[in-house]
């Protein structure tokens, strides 16, 4: 059971997977049930071809499993368990699976609003899933959402290539237009600005996460730290070329992920840390 859900997590993300390792081991059994959760519909709906009606098979087998009712899906029971002890709500979930939904028929975003609706479900409440798992206070609600928003605002730049062999586009279409962009497939001086006026949307995104960092304690933030410090290693990456997201995927490698992790980790005064890990 316990590899079969890492197995999923680690498909889905090398620098949420990685991370993770900083995590007491309680906190990374949870994270991870949460991802697989998450990385499962995904899955489905990212899928070529798409798998609808498995989409839909698992959604019924998910509620079913709220229900009470015994459902032979190690990930769903899992997450179920998850849900119940940390006190997930409902409509959390329920939004994030509208979410992964919309991913079967709807394929262009016009506006930021349109985005940002749908980041609400596919990432916003990802974060607040996390800030009860880390038994963060009530107060940080709104830099989880943030975290979580950052983070798909900046997979969205990333993988412009991977969403546009889908047919799908996150970005503004009518920001594109703005900026005379007739396809994320070019690489132009127009297209180089789009870009960076989204990573400048990003940025600013995550300045509003960090704001909550002084929140988490620190046996947790050096692994939340170190996740949003490789991404925005990644938007650097960007910025200096825009272009690359029509080439390849920008990620950090394992080792770089596990050296920042050090960093943040020796950055931390011995005593707060042990002081931390030991209450």
């Given at each position: 059971?316990?590899?079969?859900?890492?197995?999923?997590?680690?498909?889905?993300?090398?620098?949420?997977?990685?991370?993770?390792?900083?995590?007491?081991?309680?906190?990374?059994?949870?994270?991870?049930?949460?991802?697989?959760?998450?990385?499962?519909?995904?899955?489905?709906v990212d899928s070529v071809p798409q798998r609808g009606k498995e989409f839909y098979e698992m959604r019924?087998?998910?509620?079913?499993a709220l229900e009470g009712e015994e459902v032979n899906d190690v990930v769903l029971s899992n997450f179920?368990?998850?849900?119940?002890?940390?006190?997930?709500?409902?409509?959390?979930?329920?939004?994030?699976?509208?979410?992964?939904?919309?991913?079967?028929?709807?394929?262009?975003?016009?506006?930021?609003?349109?985005?940002?609706?749908?980041?609400?479900?596919?990432?916003?409440?990802?974060?607040?899933?996390?800030?009860?798992?880390?038994?963060?206070?009530?107060?940080?609600?709104?830099?989880?959402?943030?975290?979580?928003?950052?983070?798909?605002?900046?997979?969205?730049?990333?993988?412009?290539?991977?969403?546009?062999?889908?047919?799908?586009?996150?970005?503004?279409?009518?920001?594109?237009?703005?900026?005379?962009?007739?396809?994320?497939?070019?690489?132009?001086?127009?297209?180089?600005?789009?870009?960076?006026?989204?990573?400048?949307?990003?940025?600013?995104?995550?300045?509003?996460?960090?704001?909550?960092?002084?929140?988490?304690?620190?046996?947790?933030?050096?692994?939340?730290?170190?996740?949003?410090?490789?991404?925005?290693?990644?938007?650097?990456?960007?910025?200096?070329?825009?272009?690359?997201?029509?080439?390849?995927?920008?990620?950090?490698?394992?080792?770089?992920?596990?050296?920042?992790?050090?960093?943040?980790?020796?950055?931390?005064?011995?005593?707060?840390?042990?002081?931390?890990?030991?209450?």
């Amino acid at each position: 059971m316990k590899d079969q859900l890492n197995a999923i997590f680690k498909r889905g993300s090398v620098t949420y997977y990685n991370s993770t390792f900083l995590f007491p081991k309680q906190i990374r059994r949870d994270v991870t049930k949460l991802y697989a959760f998450v990385r499962v519909f995904d899955d489905l709906v990212d899928s070529v071809p798409q798998r609808g009606k498995e989409f839909y098979e698992m959604r019924e087998k998910f509620e079913s499993a709220l229900e009470g009712e015994e459902v032979n899906d190690v990930v769903l029971s899992n997450f179920v368990e998850l849900m119940r002890r940390k006190k997930f709500e409902r409509n959390w979930v329920e939004s994030f699976l509208d979410s992964m939904e919309s991913d079967l028929h709807k394929k262009v975003y016009y506006t930021i609003d349109e985005t940002l609706g749908y980041m609400w479900g596919s990432a916003e409440v990802v974060g607040l899933m996390m800030m009860r798992i880390l038994n963060l206070r009530e107060e940080s609600t709104y830099h989880a959402r943030m975290l979580g928003r950052a983070m798909q605002y900046l997979n969205f730049i990333r993988d412009v290539k991977e969403d546009v062999e889908l047919g799908r586009q996150y970005l503004p279409f009518n920001e594109m237009q703005e900026f005379g962009v007739k396809s994320l497939k070019e690489c132009s001086d127009n297209f180089k600005g789009f870009i960076r006026y989204q990573l400048k949307r990003y940025m600013n995104f995550q300045k509003e996460a960090e704001k909550g960092y002084r929140m988490i304690p620190i046996r947790y933030l050096i692994a939340i730290k170190t996740a949003g410090d490789m991404y925005k290693w990644t938007a650097m990456k960007i910025w200096m070329d825009p272009c690359v997201v029509n080439r390849e995927k920008v990620k950090p490698r394992k080792r770089r992920v596990l050296a920042r992790g050090l960093y943040n980790f020796l950055g931390v005064p011995i005593w707060n840390l042990l002081y931390s890990y030991r209450i």
